[in-house]
Structure formats: structure tokens, C-alpha cells
């Protein structure tokens, strides 16, 4: 198939479209390469594939680029590209969440109603939850994001659920739970608390690490993205977990293990906009997608930890040039 990915610099990105041209899919990938982190980066997970035959990378904005004319051809879209972050979300920097959440995902819509590719699978996230009642967290409780990220994606998940109900567009939504290993972003927690633990700094924790997460390993992510492409119902959306939670604290132990050392923690305010627990009930993936996480928790935390030191020391002189 050709498979457009946008967002395909970013953490997840990267990866699916690794996993996509291993499939044997001609792949055209799409970045903007917006400043949320540094750009070299983004450069180094693209680097394997950029010379890979059956790969083009379009470095390129949704929201100014000719959308139909990057969807022609096209079989199936992968809608990754966003500002992620929660915390972040406040303030002026709201205005960036809109356009690169909302506004380039309707633009994307309204193209996609021209040229009909035959799946569009959008990355959803557990986010849009926010403090629901149910814990385990299923497709049909009910949604309250805490944040304005969580806000925007949820509208985003929404205007693709009308679009397929409108227009028959063959969408299907992903929530992703907390991602994690190989490429994560610099902004999440095991990615700051890691490259602490490399620099000998203390780690710093927000809330007193009694809040639990259903941590999602980046490959079992690619997983369900793969089936959801081949099976998944168009209009519907789905839990993408890891299948159980973990309270921060412990994972912190057991970075101890990973890394060998003992970290010091500093603990700081709670911030606004994270909910004390997240937990998908994975089911409807399961029954529908054949959606069967992998990963163990140690074993994905000591492949980000190789990651990690192995991408500080090119990127010192990838910064040093
Ligand atoms: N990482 C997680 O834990 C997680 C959890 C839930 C949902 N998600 C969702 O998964 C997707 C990927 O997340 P990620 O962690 O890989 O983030 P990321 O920031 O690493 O990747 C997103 C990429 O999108 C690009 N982008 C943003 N706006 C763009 C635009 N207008 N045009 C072109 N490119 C643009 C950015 O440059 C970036 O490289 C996002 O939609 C995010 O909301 C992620």
C-alpha cells in the first residue's frame, strides 16, 4: 500500500514508519519539525530511514501544505502529527494546541472527503478521559479531559467520528495510554527522569508519585496502528494500553534496578492538568483488532535507558557541530 504518516519525525511517528516500510508499504512521511523539542532529535529517529528505498519524507506544515494533493494517491493515512503535552497547554501557548490538533486534523478531514483513502487511522489519547469515573477506563465511559490538550483532542477525535458519520470517511481512532521506550519525547517523565540519572542530577517528581499509569510500550502501539489498518471498524475507537498501571514510585524503584543506581528525588507540586490514574480496559482491541501488548515494564525501561545514553552522547555532538 502507500501509506501517508504524518507526524513522522516525532516519537511514535518514527517508529510506525520504520515498521511500515518493513512491512513492505511505500511510505511518505510528514513533519513540520515544530520547536516543542530540539530538532536534531527528530533528525536523529528519522536518520534509519531516510535512506531506505520506498521511504519520501516531506518536511512540510498540515496547516499550509496543498492537502489534497498529498493525500492523492495515497491508500491510507496515519494522522499522528500534533503539539503534545499536557502541562504545556496552558496559557498563550493554547493557540498552538488548535491549530496543530484541531485545525490541521479538520484540514486533513475536508481533503481526505476529496480523495477517499480507503483507512485513516488518528492517534487518539488517553488524555481525552481525563477524570472520568471508571477506572478501568472503557471506549464507552464517559469523557473529561482535565486539560486543554486533552480538550483538543478530544475535538480532533470528534470531528473524525463526523466526518465518518457525515461523509463515510473510514476513520478510526486510537487512544493511546502514556507511550514510552526508544525515542520518547524529552518532555515526558521516564525520558526527564533517565537523562537525570545519566547526568548524576536528581530526578524531579511532580505530586508525591502515588499517581498510576497504564504505560503503553512504543512497539505495542505499532501494533495496533498495523491491525488497525487492516481491522479496524471505521467510526470507532479504541483503547491502546498497556493493559495494567503502575504507581510512579514503583517505577522509579525499578529504574534504580535498570540503571544500576540509586536516584535521588525531588518531589514538586503536582501539576495542573495530570490525573492521578489512568488504566485502559483494552477489550474492544482485543476482540476487534487482535490487540495483544508485549511488552513487560523492565524490559522497555532498560531499552529506553540504552537509548538514552546512546542519544546523549550523539547528541552532544550533534549540538557541538
Ligand atoms: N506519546 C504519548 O504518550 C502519546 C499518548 C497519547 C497520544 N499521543 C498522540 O500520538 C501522536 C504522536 O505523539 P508523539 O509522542 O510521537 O509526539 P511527537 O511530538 O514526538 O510527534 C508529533 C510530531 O508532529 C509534528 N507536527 C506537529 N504539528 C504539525 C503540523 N501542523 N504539520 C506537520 N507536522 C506537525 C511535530 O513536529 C512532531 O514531530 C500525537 O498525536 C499525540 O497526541 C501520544
Redesign the pocket.
Known amino acids: 500500500m502507500k501509506v501517508l504518516v ?8 518514527s517508529h510506525l514508519c520504520r515498521a511500515l516500510a518493513d512491512q513492505g508499504h511505500e511510505v511518505t512521511g ?5 520547536d ?2 530540539p530538532r536534531w532529535m ?1 533528525e536523529s529517529a528519522l536518520k534509519p530511514l531516510i535512506s531506505r528505498p520506498g521511504f519520501t519524507f516531506l518536511s ?4 499550509r501544505i496543498d492537502l489534497r494533493a498529498l493525500l492523492d494517491g495515497q491508500d491510507a493515512v496515519f ?6 503535552g499536557v502541562r504545556q497547554s496552558w496559557g498563550r501557548t493554547f493557540e498552538t494546541y488548535v ?3 484541531i485545525q ?1 486534523t479538520q484540514r486533513l478531514l475536508e481533503a481526505a472527503r476529496d480523495i477517499r483513502p480507503a483507512k485513516i487511522v488518528y ?5 481525552i478521559y481525563g477524570l472520568t469515573p471508571d477506572l478501568p477506563m472503557k471506549e464507552t465511559s464517559p469523557v473529561a479531559p482535565l486539560s486543554p490538550y486533552g480538550v483538543t ?1 478530544l475535538a480532533a477525535e470528534h470531528l473524525c467520528t463526523l466526518y465518518q458519520k457525515n461523509y463515510g470517511l473510514p476513520v478510526v481512532s486510537l ?6 521506550g526508544p525515542g ?2 524529552p518532555d ?1 517523565a521516564f525520558h526527564r527522569f533517565l537523562k537525570s540519572v545519566l547526568e548524576d542530577r536528581e530526578i524531579v517528581v511532580y505530586g508525591d508519585g502515588s499517581q498510576t499509569r497504564d504505560f ?1 510500550y512504543v512497539d505495542d502501539i505499532v501494533a495496533a496502528c498495523l491491525s488497525a489498518l487492516v481491522s479496524g471498524r471505521d467510526g470507532e475507537v479504541y483503547n491502546v494500553g498497556g493493559g495494567h498501571r503502575e504507581r510512579l514510585s514503583n517505577v522509579i524503584s525499578l529504574l534504580e534496578d535498570v540503571c544500576g543506581r540509586p536516584i535521588r528525588r525531588r518531589f514538586e507540586d503536582k501539576q495542573k492538568g495530570d490525573v492521578p490514574d489512568t488504566l485502559a480496559d483494552i477489550d474492544k482491541a482485543r476482540r476487534d483488532l487482535g490487540y495483544s501488548p508485549r511488552a513487560g515494564l523492565r524490559d522497555g525501561l532498560s531499552r529506553e535507558w540504552e537509548w538514552i545514553r546512546t542519544l546523549y552522547d550523539s547528541g552532544r555532538h550533534a549540538t557541538q557541530e
Do not use: P
Not at 510528514?30 to 515544530?34: E, Q, Y
Not at 512540510?60 to 496547516?63: A, I, P, Q, S
Not at 492517534?123 to 488524555?127: E, G, H, I, N, V
Open positions: 504524518t507526524g513522522a519525525a516525532g516519537f511514535i511517528g510528514v513533519d513540520a519539525f515544530t516543542f523539542y527528530k512540510e506544515d498540515l496547516n494522522h499522528l502529527a500534533a503539539q503534545a491549530l496543530n490538533n490541521n492517534a487518539s489519547s488517553s488524555s483532542k487512544r493511546f495510554f502514556t507511550v514510552y520518547q519525547r515526558m503503553t
